[in-house]
């Protein structure tokens, strides 16, 4: 262990006990608070459980305020002297020479135009630097449609012809898509991992600026003990209202939170899946995952492997390390709110399996801590929503229940039950200060710094932003609460989750998407002022600000999802961030190109088509599909196929009949050959198709 | 070719002529999607047509494989010597252009799996996994 290894670890002691014990003092404070503030003073089962699950949550709450409290702290001292990013001269920094990067772009039913762009703009960025001759580019492509992966090998060879990065620029797409992305990644490390020190992952919509990328193994290469650094990315590019809320929350809000975790979490912190560096030797060595075996939900194939993966580099020693700081890391947020719910739905299950995995030993207690986190950012829903149902019943109780002067057995003595409303609004006030004030914090400090007020568009962009931030949050969480407790639910009762790549687009949800997605909500919301009501007094006011959002759920999640809401507010400036008054040219680039203006050149649903009648399409696509001797089953079916598609056109197949064929060297030149010696012309079209000009 | 000095009194044409044969619009159509152009389509749609013209007529005027054998033939020659379509080659070179030749590598097959894989602690210390080119 290094000097400085041995130095940052004394420091991350000291801030995580610190850290801890604010949290445990603050939330059994509260928790003690609360539970004098029910009427029995925690007399009854009851109230007893009400005050267990408002522990959970006021710990949640507190554990997130005091992130924000050392993120405030990092800031004030204009930086951590103790970590990594602060260890090396700039200059010996940028001296040191790099070695062999793999930049991987993992994508499954991805929108090709979209990911071509990005994939362009990376390798012309790195390009730039200077420093290309370290860096080769892999699109690993799971997707199942050969209506996208054949237009995912037209761009790749378009992009190779555009970059001139024929032999850097690879494709592949595997046959069989076993674990979803991690094993995807493990498929390209057991192929080429060995001829690689270190790969880049990213996402479909990641964006990374060349000098970031090079950056980042220049630190790897300087500091062996490291085995990842993750960037914290900046999410860019919203369009639709939704999406303009949550990049100017991520980019208001985030870089507090994230200076907070980086110093408490230090060189033992995780992975977030993308946008990140990794040292390939010791990731192929400890992070093979293996399936969670036993009966019952959360069994079978890690879904968040991120975390899984950094806690077991964690456990053979290894650093891992988030870079708050650095800059030029980008990605895009879902377009809707019913997106976001549905990546949610994944991530709750995948979440909920760390409880399997977070006791396995020789873990860092760090590790065993961001398992708690991750489980509890979707555990804290249902937890929420229970409180809500303690609440009501112990109201109900109260009201129209035989009070019960005697809770405790064989005592004597009558207990009153009692109600301070006044201090119970004291408790709701601090606790709403725990949660806000962070924010408000971050505010502040963008608005003092004149650099940083400009990118946010100015002193009333920032306040008339934060403002409708702070509205749109408050109807967001309890939507946010009940599709988080119905998603806990589905996971611990084994719901199937389906692995759908995520809608990346500004497409508007339909009402009935968002009937589907909410209109449980909405029932709850209608029962509950019902019951409400039904106990009269003044409950149904306090149940209002749950109740109203999740009564206009649909109508909230059709609005959010508006772009042409978005461009308004745009217009308005309000919601802008530092990279739309000012997009990186990395961001620009995308922006400007020609991938999004149409130049993909092969209309919707006509890839397979295509693929067989264009003689420069056919000989691409048969290039890259299989050549294997089928078994005479196979064989006989696969012939029997041909003749179907020649016959009654490409439209009489079925998705995967279609993929068989596309897939199959043979049969892609056999039927080209076939449809042009054809002599009728029905079902086919034989073009002239537009071809591109590069 | 013997067939370019066979047929000297054609002119070749700008479009195809309606009263040629099928094979000759398909030729065509073939060509102007590869992208040749438009004047030296002409003569070569004759050329193979004359190439190919016994076994196109016999065939009731469609683009018989020795026909489509010929025009393929043609353009293979064409693009080596052009160089057209350099920026990824053959069908071997853009095969190895998207998949470079491996270095395989051990890591743990997904499908092996138990209470073991999970609760192996490996050291930082130890050697890195070897590999076999």
Same mark, same amino acid.
């Given at each position: ?27 059994? @404070? =509260? ?6 503030? /029910? ?38 001292? !204009?930086?951590?002297?103790?970590? &990594? ?8 920094? =940028? ?64 992009? $190779? ?40 992952? *990213? ?44 990049? @100017? ?28 560096? &990794? ?33 077991? &580099? ?144 100015? @002193?009333?962009?920032?306040? !008339? ?26 996971? &611990? *009762? ?80 309000? /919601? ?45 696509? =048969? ?9 005479? =089953? ?10 179907? $598609? ?49 | ?14 479009? $195809? ?17 590869? !992208?040749?152009?438009? $004047? ?53 070179? *853009? ?39």
């Amino acid at each position: 262990m290094s000097r400085r290894s041995a130095n940052w670890r004394a420091h991350a002691h000291v801030r995580r006990g610190l850290g801890l014990g604010l949290v445990l003092a603050q939330t059994l @404070f =509260a928790t003690d608070y609360a539970m004098w503030l /029910l009427p029995y003073h925690g007399g009854q089962p009851l109230e007893v459980a009400t005050a267990i699950v408002f522990g959970f949550l006021f710990a949640w709450v507190s554990a997130g305020f005091w992130t924000g409290m050392f993120g405030l702290w990092d800031r004030m001292r !204009g930086g951590d002297p103790v970590h &990594l990013a602060a260890w090396d001269d700039p200059a010996e920094l =940028a001296a040191t020479p790099l070695a062999k990067t793999a930049v991987l772009v993992p994508i499954y039913h991805e929108d090709v135009p979209r990911v071509a762009a990005g994939i362009e703009a990376i390798y012309r960025s790195v390009a730039a630097t200077g420093q290309l001759a370290e860096f080769e580019f892999f699109i690993l492509s799971d997707s199942r449609d050969p209506e996208i992966w054949l237009r995912e090998q037209e761009a790749w060879q378009r992009l $190779c012809r555009r970059l001139g990065a024929r032999g850097r620029l690879h494709y592949r797409r595997r046959g069989l898509n076993l674990n979803r992305k991690s094993g995807n990644v493990a498929d390209f490390l057991r192929r080429w991992g060995a001829l690689f020190h270190y790969m880049v992952v *990213l996402d479909a919509d990641s964006l990374m600026d060349g000098e970031t990328l090079v950056s980042m193994v220049q630190t790897m290469e300087r500091h062996g003990e490291v085995a990842l650094l993750q960037t914290a990315p900046r999410v860019v590019d919203g369009q639709t209202f939704y999406a303009r809320i949550q990049q @100017f929350a991520n980019r208001m809000y985030g870089p507090l939170f994230l200076r907070g975790l980086a110093r408490t979490q230090m060189g033992d912190a995780t992975f977030w899946g993308h946008n990140a560096i &990794l040292r390939i030797a010791p990731f192929v060595r400890h992070c093979a995952l293996p399936k969670i075996r036993g009966w019952g939900p959360l069994t079978g194939g890690v879904l968040s492997h991120d975390f899984v993966e950094a806690a077991l &580099l964690g456990r053979a020693g290894h650093e891992i390390w988030i870079m708050p700081k650095l800059a030029g890391s980008y990605e895009e947020t879902p377009p809707s709110l019913v997106d976001d719910l549905k990546r949610d739905r994944r991530w709750a299950e995948g979440n909920l399996q760390h409880l399997r995995l977070m006791f396995l030993p020789g873990l860092r207690f760090v590790h065993r801590l961001s398992f708690g986190k991750g489980v509890m950012s979707y555990l804290s829903s249902p937890l929420w929503l229970l409180f809500l149902v303690l609440g009501t019943i112990e109201y109900a109780q109260i009201r129209h229940g035989n009070v019960n002067y005697f809770p405790e057995p064989y005592s004597p003595y009558p207990v009153w039950p009692e109600w301070h409303p006044e201090s119970a609004l004291l408790l709701l006030l601090s606790t709403l200060f725990l949660l806000f004030a962070p924010k408000v914090l971050s505010a502040l400090l963008v608005l003092v710094d004149g650099k940083e007020r400009r990118g946010f568009g100015g @002193f009333w962009s920032v306040v !008339g932003g934060i403002l409708l931030e702070s509205v749109m949050s408050v109807f967001l969480a309890p939507l946010r609460m009940f599709s988080h407790s119905v998603s806990v639910l589905g996971a &611990l *009762l084994g719901w199937k989750v389906n692995w759908a790549g995520q809608r990346r687009d500004d497409g508007r949800t339909t009402w009935s998407e968002a009937w589907y997605q909410h209109g449980a909500g909405t029932i709850m919301a209608v029962t509950w002022i019902g019951v409400s009501l039904w106990i009269g007094g003044a409950f149904v006011i306090w149940t209002l600000p749950v109740s109203v959002p999740l009564l206009l759920g649909p109508a909230i999640s059709v609005m959010l999802s508006d772009a042409k809401l978005g461009a308004w507010l745009r217009g308005h400036r309000l /919601l802008l961030t530092p990279e739309e008054v000012d997009p990186p040219e990395v961001l620009r680039s995308v922006q400007e190109s020609d991938w999004l203006a149409g130049a993909d050149q092969t209309p919707p649903g006509k890839a397979f088509e295509q693929a067989i009648v264009d003689p420069r399409r056919n000989r691409l696509h =048969a290039a890259l599909a299989r050549r294997r001797r089928h078994p005479p =089953a196979t064989a006989a079916w696969m012939a029997e196929l041909r003749l179907r $598609c020649l016959d009654q056109g490409p439209n009489a197949l079925s998705r995967q009949e279609r993929a068989s064929l596309a897939n199959d060297h043979y049969s892609l030149t056999q039927l080209h050959r076939m449809v042009w010696q054809r002599g009728s012309e029905d079902h086919w079209d034989l073009g002239p198709y537009p071809t591109s000009a590069d | 070719m013997a067939a370019d000095t066979a047929a000297p009194a054609r002119v070749a044409p700008d479009a $195809c002529p309606d009263d040629l044969p099928r094979a000759c619009n398909r030729i065509w159509r073939y060509l102007e999607m590869v !992208g040749v152009e438009a $004047c030296e389509r002409g003569r070569i749609t004759l050329k193979l047509l004359d190439q190919a013209m016994a076994s196109t007529l016999r065939d009731g005027g469609h683009l018989t494989p020795a026909a489509m054998d010929a025009m393929t033939d043609w353009l293979g020659k064409r693009e080596q010597m052009t160089n057209a379509d350099q920026a990824c080659g053959g069908a071997a070179a *853009l095969a190895e252009s998207a998949h470079p030749p491996t270095c395989r590598q051990s890591m743990a097959p997904e499908r092996r799996y138990g209470r073991g894989r999970w609760h192996r602690r490996l050291r930082a210390d130890q050697p890195p996994a070897s590999h076999s080119p």
